[in-house]
């Protein structure tokens, strides 16, 4: 059983749409966070969730907005897709803040 | 702020080499420490990790300890293989912190037969 989950795994768009990628865990881990990796691998958090509740919002336009139905899943919507949005976005999860963080396959978006 | 340096890449080696890639931090308090691995197309994962001073962190043949004195929790391996090749990320976080991993900027390791 693949622990971390993400949907889709490839997403080709053109600018201006919205999309969403989403993320299940079947871990029961109570924390989830989505993650984007840039062109050189460089990785920053950009959200993350405890219990469904929003914990970290790390300066992400408000174009970009996650939601979480429940504990095991955290989606990601994305609003007027820009071409710097192209990127790989993970989503993670962990039982505690500091514990260690189980990451998904990733979704690599590329806007056109 | 807190961060994360780690050495530059690419590095390659011959199999059965000795591995250092060095990492450095930057933190206000006491964070934990993690090595992360990710392989060509995949997503990260826990390779090992320290929660205090002093602590060593092992798997699969690779070695950090978390050095406060010196601020670094550099990666080591006595004998590296061809299915080490993959880009090695060192990252801290805090509990406080609502779980936020704060990574470098990632090391690519090349091994060749």
């Known amino acids: 059983d693949t622990a971390v989950s993400q949907t889709p795994k490839y997403l080709v768009t053109q600018m201006g749409n919205d999309k969403s990628i989403k993320c299940e865990q079947n871990?029961?881990?109570?924390?989830m966070y989505w993650y984007k990796q840039d062109s050189k691998k460089f990785l920053k958090i950009m959200f993350s969730y405890n219990n469904k509740e929003l914990i970290i919002n790390e300066t992400v336009p408000n174009r970009f907005s996650p939601k979480s139905p429940d504990k095991a899943h955290l989606n990601l919507h994305i609003n007027s897709l820009e071409l710097g949005d192209s990127a790989v976005y993970f989503c993670?999860?962990?039982?505690?803040?500091?514990?260690?963080?189980?990451f998904g396959p990733g979704t690599r978006l590329t806007v056109t | 702020g807190d961060s994360v340096t780690q050495m530059e890449g690419p590095v390659t080696l011959s199999e059965e080499a000795f591995l250092t890639i060095n990492c450095t931090y930057t933190?206000?308090?006491?964070?934990?420490l993690f090595w992360y691995v990710q392989y060509p197309g995949e997503g990260l994962q826990l390779l090992l990790k320290a929660t205090k001073a002093d602590d060593k962190g092992s798997n699969k043949g690779f070695e950090a300890t978390y050095r406060k004195e010196t601020t670094s929790f550099h990666l080591e391996k006595g004998s590296v293989q061809v299915s080490d090749s993959a880009v090695y990320f060192c990252?801290?976080?805090?509990?406080?912190?609502?779980?936020?991993?704060?990574f470098g900027q990632g090391t690519e390791l090349s091994v060749k037969p």
């Open positions: 933190a206000t308090g006491y964070p934990s």
């Open positions: 871990l029961g881990h109570d924390t």
């Open positions: 990252a801290l976080t805090y509990a406080h912190q609502g779980g936020k991993l704060i």
């Open positions: 993670a999860s962990s039982q505690e803040f500091r514990d260690e963080q189980y």
